[in-house]
């Protein structure tokens, strides 16, 4: 059996003073004080308008990208470089 030492002996369980069981009641804020506020920055607001961007430029690359690879895909640019090019090949042959 332990033995316990000291200069009393152990003595029962003991109350639990009142004022640790009920706490004070908390002071009134006021209640514009008192709340939480989120702030949203402006790159934030970006990119939530970006995250509602449809996925139709998806669907436009890989139509462009099939066309390349099919070799039909043509822009005006492409076209009047090949345009001068013909032109300026005509004329170095003396046809114009």
Not at 51 to 60: K, Q
Not at 64 to 88: F, H, N, Q, V, W
């Amino acid at each position: 059996m332990p033995y316990v030492h000291g200069p009393t002996p152990p003595s029962g369980a003991e109350g639990v003073s009142e004022r640790l069981v009920r706490p004070e009641p908390a002071a009134k804020t006021d209640p514009v004080q008192g709340q939480d506020r989120v702030e949203i920055s402006e790159v934030a607001r970006w990119k939530a308008k970006l995250a509602e961007i449809p996925a139709v430029r998806e669907t436009l690359v890989a139509a462009i990208r099939a066309e390349i690879e099919a070799g039909s895909y043509e822009t005006e640019d492409k076209i009047r470089i090949a345009a001068e090019r013909l032109l300026a090949e005509l004329r170095e042959e003396g046809a114009l």
